[in-house]
């Protein structure tokens, strides 16, 4: 096993030898091992290997480095990566940690080593490079992005009775979405919908943010305005506008069983033409100290109003 010098960053690709088997370019395992060997982490004090390039021919008719890196996300924060493990743990793709990290991480370890994914302990100042962001909490993760589902495919598998979801028109701010997923997972949201032609997605600042909230409400991709408008209001839900000012109080209005809250951008608010299309206008009360809460901070309020009342 190979040990990386301290300080130094994680080394670029090497081409493997040729001849070599296994999906990281090394000789395939001698099968008169005990299989117990493959499934063992490595101890603290020893650098796992890293992940190596596949080879020149496997990328020939694979998908192109452009694709493979729109379907990969890298995700960091612990909480983040612990909940795509639990839930989807084929999605990781490559592990980065810190030292310190190697205990509270053994099971996903353990995971790596028995599927050949490739991790590797590295320093602090490389994990900010990876992560782009000093918030990667000791470790960073390469994962297989998980596509919205069809709003067809989510009315058809949504389970009777009252329901919520969120539909985003214009949020950008990483940091606001990853506060709405972690509010929307907390009080049991269905789904956070996106606009056709949105071009929100998750990031690892979004994730980690999320606390986990990413792995457990799913995203929805909407098709035209109107037809999505209608096929929501066949199976029971109402569409609430969410305003500033000139809706109904949030507090004292009745809330329906099944709601939409559609929540615009920061700073320009919703598309006009898609709050009249609204069934209803509602607004959070407040002292008028400030013309408004930050559309994360809305969403809390917004959530907890329904689940109170659900």
Same mark, same amino acid.
């Given at each position: 096993m190979r040990h990386d010098p301290p300080g130094k960053p994680p080394r670029g690709p090497r081409q493997p030898p040729a001849g070599s088997g296994g999906p990281w370019g090394r000789p395939?395992?001698?099968r008169?091992?005990?299989a117990e060997r493959e499934a063992r982490a490595p101890r603290a004090s020893h650098a796992p290997r890293p992940a190596e390039p596949m080879?020149?021919?496997d990328h020939e008719h694979g998908p192109s480095a452009r694709e493979r890196r729109s379907a990969e996300l890298r995700l960091y924060g612990l909480n983040a990566?612990? *909940?795509v493990f639990a839930r989807r743990p084929q999605a990781i793709r490559k592990l980065y940690l810190a030292e310190a990290r190697i205990p509270a991480l053994q099971p996903i370890l353990k995971w790596c080593v028995a599927n050949r994914v490739g991790y590797r302990v590295v320093d602090e100042e490389d994990l900010h490079k990876l992560a782009a962001s000093t918030h990667?909490?000791?470790?960073?993760?390469?994962?297989?992005?998980?596509?919205?589902l069809a709003l067809s495919n989510w009315l058809r598998d949504l389970p009777a009775g009252p329901q919520c979801a969120i539909w985003l028109d214009g949020v950008g701010n990483p940091h606001n979405f990853g506060a709405i997923l972690r509010s929307a997972a907390h009080f049991g949201v269905g789904a956070i919908l996106l606009p056709k032609h949105s071009t929100l997605s998750l990031s690892g600042a979004a994730a980690r943010v999320a606390e986990g909230g990413a792995e457990v409400v799913p995203m929805v991709r909407l098709g035209r305005?109107?037809?999505?408008? *209608?096929?929501l209001r066949s199976t029971g839900f109402t569409l609430a506008a969410t305003v500033v000012q000139g809706g109904s109080d949030l507090f004292s209005a009745p809330l329906p069983q099944r709601v939409i809250y559609v929540l615009g951008a920061e700073g320009e608010g919703m598309d006009r033409e898609l709050a009249a299309a609204c069934d209803l206008r509602l607004s959070i009360p407040g002292t008028g100290a400030v013309e408004s809460l930050n559309v994360a901070s809305a969403a809390a309020v917004l959530l907890a109003s329904w689940r109170a009342r659900s």
């Open positions: 395939a395992r001698d008169s091992e005990p080879h020149e021919s990566v612990r *909940a990667h909490e000791g470790v960073v993760a390469e994962v297989l992005r998980e596509e919205p305005t109107d037809n999505s408008i *209608a096929q």
